[in-house]
């Protein structure tokens, strides 16, 4: 089935989006845009989230699927099975970020599976290598291997709102939204922004209606989170604070419910602070950031650096000067042990303003 067609069998009644895979990334340029004040500008943009993404819920799909996700276990469930023992050691290789040998031993494996003639192991070894593609920005790579994902599982009999078509359908809408941060072509860009909307808005509906006919399971929240990601990212990209902020809100709620990672729900409760200070709502952005701060404490989060020297500039910008000092210094000392030069060019900014304030307050 071509693309024309799978689209029109798909969404020609209420799933009227294209699909297109998910990196849940607000983009540096999106970010950038972001500029309602002049005190914002000095905001220090986060670490892309794209592997926080990676690391949650679509790694949970990743590592507890290679069994069972596509029902691969039902092939054969000795332990030293061949093709098992290829895929799990393909998404080791993909932790470990060796990306270009996790790609040689997916080709392994597809072998493997077409040899024995395995359905289900073809179309999980499909499924990681889009979700590979995705990891090394090959977006219409990807796409193309999610379509062919989701048709063999459509014809294979899975339902439109299953719970795997779904999460595929939501990295599909954020494929859209990364082409529009792309935008380099306007026309074109407006038409993706469009079409991820509108695959956003399909995922939330069929999940929220699964949700409200009972079904409890927390996949089914995480993934109403990650749409609800999603689209609060486009509407940041869009400079749509408002919406993007009350996206965001949904996103962290669906969050907490499914009982998300630490390290997703501080990422979540960060944007929030940022988006806050956007609007130059300093007392909510405070709020967002010093929890999402108490959280990446426990593990050292990645984000935790540049967190920690936003929450200084709202510091500085609401008269807290010790406060202020004490978090970007903070947050210099853990960007120069990360080697994030950006956030750590971000600190010494913020250190220098504290610096000049103090002074300025003699």
């Not at 970007?328 to 950006?342: H, I, M, P, T, V």
Request: aromatic share 8%; charged share 25%; glycine share 6%.
């Amino acid at each position: 089935m071509n693309w024309s067609r799978l689209c029109s069998a798909l969404w020609s009644k209420s799933l009227r989006f294209i699909l297109t895979p998910v990196t849940t990334q607000i983009s540096r340029t999106a970010v950038q845009r972001l500029s309602p004040s002049s005190w914002s500008r000095r905001f220090c943009s986060f670490s892309s989230p794209k592997q926080f993404h990676n690391q949650n819920y679509s790694k949970f799909i990743l590592i507890s699927g290679v069994m069972s996700f596509l029902g691969l276990e039902k092939e054969k469930e000795e332990k030293d099975d061949e093709l098992i023992m290829t895929l799990k050691r393909s998404v080791l290789l993909m932790q470990q970020g060796d990306l270009a040998k996790a790609e040689q031993m997916l080709h392994l494996a597809l072998r493997l599976a077409q040899e024995r003639m395995s359905v289900d192991g073809i179309t999980y070894t499909y499924d990681l290598m889009a979700n590979l593609a995705l990891e090394r920005g090959e977006l219409a790579k990807a796409e193309k291997l999610f379509l062919t994902v989701m048709n063999r599982l459509l014809v294979a009999g899975a339902q439109e709102n299953d719970n795997k078509i779904l999460h595929m359908s939501i990295k599909l809408a954020n494929i859209f939204a990364d082409g529009f941060f792309e935008g380099k072509d306007a026309s074109k860009a407006q038409e993706l922004c469009s079409k991820a909307h509108n695959g956003y808005d399909f995922c939330k509906e069929r999940l929220q209606k699964k949700i409200d006919s009972g079904d409890n399971d927390s996949d089914t929240y995480l993934l109403l989170s990650l749409a609800y990601e999603g689209e609060g990212r486009l509407y940041a990209g869009q400079e749509m604070l408002p919406k993007a902020r009350l996206s965001y809100e949904k996103a962290l709620e669906w969050s907490k419910r499914g009982k998300d990672t630490d390290e997703r729900m501080s990422s979540l409760l960060g944007y929030l602070g940022y988006i806050s200070g956007m609007q130059a709502e300093i007392p909510a952005a405070m709020h967002y950031l010093e929890e999402a701060i108490a959280i990446a404490r426990k593990n050292n989060g990645e984000q935790l650096q540049s967190m920690l020297v936003n929450l200084g500039m709202l510091k500085l910008y609401n008269g807290a000067l010790a406060e202020a000092r004490n978090s970007c210094k903070e947050g210099f000392n853990l960007s120069r042990q990360a080697k994030d030069s950006e956030t750590e060019n971000e600190a010494v900014r913020c250190l220098e303003e504290v610096n000049v304030a103090f002074k300025n307050k003699k």
